[in-house]
């Protein structure tokens, strides 16, 4: 089983700044990718960014130049670093990652969400 934390939500004014990061816990071997998903009020769950153990990444286009996904393997985090924020950007944030078990099984797993709210 995989334990994910995010932390770093707020409310910040358009234009501004958050780094979002995500503690990964739990028995696990590996985690062969960690990537962040937002959900605003009536709207899906969106791919926002996402960052394999190989460091390659990927971006939604409404986040490309603002945002920069990194991971630490060594303490096992995820970070999101979102700047010029705007009020499109308000939604839930939550981390998410695939992990390779002890056992060899392949899951997916989810944390419980940081609320990022962006006033305009």
């Known amino acids: 089983q995989v334990q994910l934390v995010e932390s770093g939500g707020g409310l910040v004014q358009a234009g501004g700044s958050l780094r979002l990061s995500c503690a990964a816990s739990?028995?696990?071997?590996?985690?062969?990718?960690m990537g962040w998903y937002r959900q605003a009020p009536g709207s899906q769950r969106e791919l926002v960014a996402s960052i394999t153990d190989g460091t390659s990444t990927n971006y939604a286009d409404s986040v490309k130049g603002r945002f920069t996904i990194s991971r630490d393997n060594a303490k096992k985090m995820a970070y999101l670093q979102m700047n010029s924020l705007n009020p499109e950007d308000t939604a839930v944030y939550y981390c998410n990652a695939g992990a390779t078990l002890q056992t060899g099984v392949h899951s997916d797993y989810w944390g419980q969400g940081t609320q990022v709210t962006v006033s305009s």
């Open positions: 739990g028995n696990f071997f590996s985690l062969y990718r």
